[in-house]
T-cell receptor, first 114, second 108 residues
Framework: EAQVTQNPRYLITVTGKKLTVTCSQN?????MSWYRQDPGLGLRQIYY???????DKGDVPEGYKVSRKEKRNFPLILESPSPNQTSLYFC?????????????FGPGTRLTVL | RKEVEQDPGPFNVPEGATVAFNCTYS??????FFWYRQDCRKEPKLLMS???SGNEDGRFTAQLNRASQYISLLIRDSKLSDSATYLC?????????FGAGTTVTVRA
């Protein structure tokens, strides 16, 4: 089944404890991205990757890191999480970075930073 | 100013009614436009793309007005299953901008 998977789905952690949220897609998509969703603000793009080893900042990259060593995986790293990073996170992929491509989203990761 | 703005609603309508709502976007260089549907904080899923000439997909009709920089979605003959949050999405180059969503609740 074609899908985007994220792990963990739910995470409660404490300030400053490094964490990684994994994202994997099995559709051979070139383009992957991370979003956070907060009430009243909609989804905001954190980072995106147009292909292996090619990443760039989105609208809200501060406090996050990403890597794209393989086409299928695009982990999101929080080196020192803070409470303002409490949010719902979605990973998404699309065939390539053409503006008309459909985005396929993972099921989301609900992160709470205490 | 947000790049994409939507009326948050909620629009509370009876089954069978028609409901319509808009979103506005600020970047005149935006290239592609979409409506995504999101159920109860689950992952968004593409509902339909929006083309310059307007387009229909069953009971859903989308319109684009580039001069006024707004996009509309109309749902005819509403079903209970149409209850969701509808996200307006605008694409320029490699970046997508999402509206905060319009919530529609269809009641029996």
């Amino acid at each position: 089944e074609a899908q985007v998977t994220q792990n963990p789905r739910y995470l409660i952690t404490v300030t400053g404890k490094k964490l990684t949220v994994t994202c994997s897609q099995n559709m051979n998509h070139e383009y992957m991205s991370w979003y956070r969703q907060d009430p009243g603000l909609g989804l905001r793009q954190i980072y995106y990757s147009m292909n292996v080893e090619v990443t760039d900042k989105g609208d809200v990259p501060e406090g996050y890191k990403v890597s794209r060593k393989e086409k299928r995986n695009f982990p999101l790293i929080l080196e020192s999480p803070s409470p303002n990073q409490t949010s719902l996170y979605f990973c998404a992929s699309s065939l390539n970075s053409r503006s008309t491509d459909t985005q396929y989203f993972g099921p989301g990761t609900r992160l709470t930073v205490l | 100013r947000k790049e994409v703005e939507q009326d948050p609603g909620p629009f509370n309508v009876p089954e069978g009614a028609t409901v319509a709502f808009n979103c506005t976007y600020s970047n005149s260089a935006s290239q592609s436009f979409f409506w995504y549907r999101q159920d109860c904080r689950k992952e968004p899923k593409l509902l339909m793309s929006v083309y310059s000439s307007g387009n229909e997909d069953g009971r859903f009709t989308a319109q684009l007005n580039r001069a006024s920089q707004y996009i509309s979605l109309l749902i005819r003959d509403s079903k209970l299953s149409d209850s969701a949050t509808y996200l307006c999405v605008v694409n320029k180059g490699y970046k997508l901008s999402f509206g905060a969503g319009t919530t529609v609740t269809v009641r029996a």
